[in-house]
């Protein structure tokens, strides 16, 4: 059996796994289920062999290693039956825990970190370092070659400081002047390395550092980052592994959660307050890179089992998806 079909096979069964938690079939049943699912991901599998998605980690979904391994496990699928993944990530939820641990406040606003140079220098550890290294891990435990790179390596991430300006800030309502310090905007993608990577199958691993011509070394959002990297790649889906399983009207309510919304709409959210802390910037990258030619993103769950193999694989999904 070829090395594609057992992934197939395996999909089948994981994807059964998901739709079967309050099930009590029998086996033959089960097994009928597991087979009729393999045929609802047959399209998707022959739509995207060969296509490249960008798909972008939170903090929260690689701190426990546990989960870690089980979305390693999803990505390897992917990639086993023929789909080009890239990996984002950052971690401002380990960042944030140094920082404590260390006595050093931070402070956030709209979602965005202000970085001084303690602060940078412990992003350098974490996301270039621990976190990093932990993703490669657990995909190397799952057979996958992926590479490990900060958006400084090859030149990938040219950026330049962020300019003071004035903020307002939508928790408190209060505008003021806001010196982000050694935080980054991205300027341009090299994207060069990534593509020869993902020519020659492996899978990129990509920190969100970045620095200018002169080599010094941004903080930088790692949703932007991922944003334009699906960009240059002309990837077919930027798919973000959230905290949350999709996009709320109303936060924490249930009831409000949208399946499925425009770029318009979603800055709309922006617009009316709807949106709120670290969905800003996300919607805001989102928006702008569907305009720019990717043809969808998704805002999933990073610590749900499965979540990602149903969103790209099921009819009905698991989180938001997002259009032009």
Same mark, same amino acid.
């Given at each position: 059996?070829?090395?594609?079909?057992?992934?197939?096979?395996?999909?089948?069964?994981?994807?059964?796994?998901?739709?079967?938690?309050?099930?009590?079939?029998?086996? #033959?049943?089960?097994?009928?289920?597991?087979?009729?699912?393999?045929? =609802?991901?047959?399209?998707?599998?022959?739509?995207?062999? !060969?296509?490249?998605?960008?798909?972008?980690?939170?903090?929260?979904?690689?701190?426990?290693?546990?989960?870690?391994?089980?979305?390693?496990?999803?990505?390897?699928?992917?990639?086993?039956?023929?789909?080009? %993944?890239?990996?984002?990530?950052?971690?401002?939820?380990?960042?944030?825990?140094?920082?404590? &641990?260390?006595?050093?406040?931070?402070?956030?606003? /709209?979602?965005?970190?202000?970085?001084?140079?303690?602060?940078?220098?412990?992003?350098?550890?974490?996301?270039?370092?621990?976190?990093?290294?932990?993703?490669?891990?657990?995909? &190397?435990? &799952?057979?996958?070659?992926?590479?490990?790179?900060?958006?400084?390596? !090859?030149?990938?991430?040219?950026?330049?400081?962020?300019?003071?300006?004035?903020?307002? /800030? &939508?928790?408190?309502?209060?505008?003021?002047?806001?010196?982000?310090?050694?935080?980054?905007?991205?300027?341009? @993608?090299?994207?060069?390395?990534?593509?020869?990577?993902?020519?020659?199958?492996?899978?990129?691993?990509? +920190?969100?550092?970045?620095?200018?011509?002169?080599?010094?070394?941004?903080?930088?959002?790692?949703?932007?980052?991922?944003?334009?990297?699906?960009?240059?790649?002309?990837?077919?889906?930027? %798919?973000?592994?959230?905290?949350?399983?999709?996009?709320?009207?109303?936060?924490?309510?249930?009831?409000?959660?949208?399946?499925?919304?425009?770029?318009?709409? *979603?800055? *709309?959210?922006?617009?009316?307050?709807?949106?709120? !802390?670290?969905?800003?910037?996300?919607?805001?990258?989102?928006? #702008?890179?569907?305009?720019?030619?990717?043809? +969808?993103?998704?805002?999933?769950?990073?610590?749900?089992?499965?979540?990602?193999? +149903? =969103?790209?694989?099921?009819?009905?999904?698991?989180?938001?998806? @997002?259009?032009?």
């Amino acid at each position: 059996m070829s090395a594609q079909v057992t992934s197939i096979y395996a999909l089948g069964f994981t994807i059964y796994d998901l739709r079967s938690k309050d099930m009590t079939e029998t086996s #033959e049943i089960g097994s009928q289920l597991r087979l009729d699912l393999l045929r =609802e991901a047959l399209p998707y599998i022959q739509r995207f062999k !060969g296509q490249t998605f960008v798909v972008k980690l939170s903090g929260k979904a690689t701190e426990d290693l546990n989960n870690l391994s089980s979305l390693a496990e999803e990505l390897a699928l992917l990639h086993q039956v023929g789909i080009r %993944i890239c990996v984002v990530h950052g971690g401002g939820k380990q960042l944030s825990e140094l920082a404590s &641990r260390m006595g050093i406040e931070q402070t956030i606003i /709209n979602g965005r970190r202000v970085t001084d140079d303690a602060t940078l220098e412990m992003a350098k550890m974490v996301f270039a370092g621990t976190i990093n290294i932990d993703i490669l891990s657990a995909l &190397r435990n &799952r057979g996958i070659e992926a590479v490990g790179l900060s958006g400084i390596d !090859g030149n990938i991430v040219h950026a330049e400081r962020r300019p003071a300006k004035e903020i307002l /800030n &939508r928790e408190t309502g209060e505008r003021s002047h806001i010196d982000f310090g050694h935080v980054g905007d991205v300027v341009k @993608i090299n994207a060069r390395l990534l593509m020869v990577l993902l020519k020659e199958g492996y899978l990129p691993v990509i +920190s969100s550092l970045g620095a200018d011509a002169e080599g010094t070394v941004f903080n930088i959002n790692a949703d932007t980052i991922a944003a334009e990297i699906a960009i240059q790649l002309k990837a077919e889906k930027l %798919i973000l592994l959230s905290d949350v399983d999709g996009i709320y009207l109303r936060k924490g309510d249930p009831a409000t959660k949208l399946s499925q919304l425009t770029a318009d709409q *979603a800055d *709309a959210l922006v617009n009316d307050g709807s949106a709120t !802390g670290g969905m800003i910037p996300k919607l805001q990258n989102i928006s #702008e890179l569907l305009r720019r030619g990717v043809h +969808s993103a998704h805002v999933i769950s990073g610590t749900k089992r499965n979540a990602l193999l +149903s =969103e790209i694989f099921t009819d009905k999904g698991t989180g938001t998806m @997002i259009v032009a």
